[in-house]
């Protein structure tokens, strides 16, 4: 099946800073590509849609200016937590698809914020 | 909207035990995929199967096996022998095939299945 890369797979950050993500599709192009939360013992949570070369479509809830999504090529999306707290601390699982194929999953980013 | 149940937030076996785990869905749309995944400690999604809404066929894969019953909206998977590696959060999801431009993929809150040994 298609590879879709994290990095990082974890980091810890201070409060008040802001963090990046990275997601990679390694092998297709991924013209859609997703951004879910998840808390501990949760369900995956999806944060927001993005179609390369577009804005991304956040779901209801989600603060688009402290969740800033970017994708700006057919193999790299990232995800900026602005201005991070603790209460940001979380899974984070990108998801990558060709058109309206299979959609791929990334390893998952642990954000924690001290 | 779509909606995805899975009612065993839990379940304890032991090994050797065969486990179903259930999940019923709740659509509008006549077309549409359902998948399950495994997620083990290490947190990364591991695909496990897809089957379209047309194909009501069971399917067996090793010690996995799947039902899907349209009828009752019902598509549960059953570890037969299970094993202490199949120990993870297990979850069910829907995806409507032609509603959107998105696709969005629904999933259930998850079924913990622990097997002891």
């Known amino acids: 099946g298609a590879v879709v890369s994290q990095h990082p797979s974890w980091v810890i950050c201070k409060s008040g800073t802001s963090v990046k993500i990275e997601c990679r599709s390694l092998?297709?192009?991924?013209?859609?590509m997703f951004w879910y939360r998840q808390f501990p013992k949760q369900s995956l949570m999806l944060m927001a849609t993005?179609?390369?070369?577009?804005?991304?479509?956040?779901e209801q809830g989600v603060e688009k200016d402290k969740f800033l999504i970017n994708h700006a090529s057919l193999t790299l999306s990232t995800l900026t937590v602005t201005s991070a707290h603790p209460e940001d601390s979380s899974f984070y699982i990108c998801?990558?698809?060709?058109?309206?194929?299979?959609?791929?999953f990334g390893p998952g980013t642990r954000l924690t914020v001290t | 909207a779509q909606k995805v149940t899975q009612a065993q937030t839990e379940i304890s076996v032991v090994e050797k035990e065969d486990v179903t785990l259930d999940c019923v869905y709740e659509?509008?749309?006549?077309?549409?995929?359902l998948f399950w995944y495994k997620q083990p400690p290490s947190g990364e999604l591991v695909f496990l199967i897809r089957?379209?809404?047309?194909?009501?066929q069971n399917e067996i894969s090793g010690r996995y096996s799947w039902n899907f019953q349209k009828s009752t909206s019902s598509f549960n998977f059953t570890i037969t022998a299970s094993q202490v590696v199949d120990s993870a959060v297990y979850f069910c999801?829907?995806?409507?095939?032609?509603?959107?431009?998105?696709?969005?993929?629904?999933f259930g809150k998850g079924t913990l299945l622990t097997v002891n040994p």
């Open positions: 998801s990558a698809r060709f058109l309206e194929y299979e959609q791929y």
């Open positions: 659509t509008r749309d006549t077309t549409y995929y």
């Open positions: 092998d297709f192009q991924a013209t859609t």
């Open positions: 999801a829907l995806r409507e095939i032609f509603g959107g431009s998105n696709y969005k993929l629904t």
């Open positions: 993005s179609n390369e070369g577009s804005k991304a479509t956040y």
């Open positions: 089957r379209n809404s047309f194909d009501e």
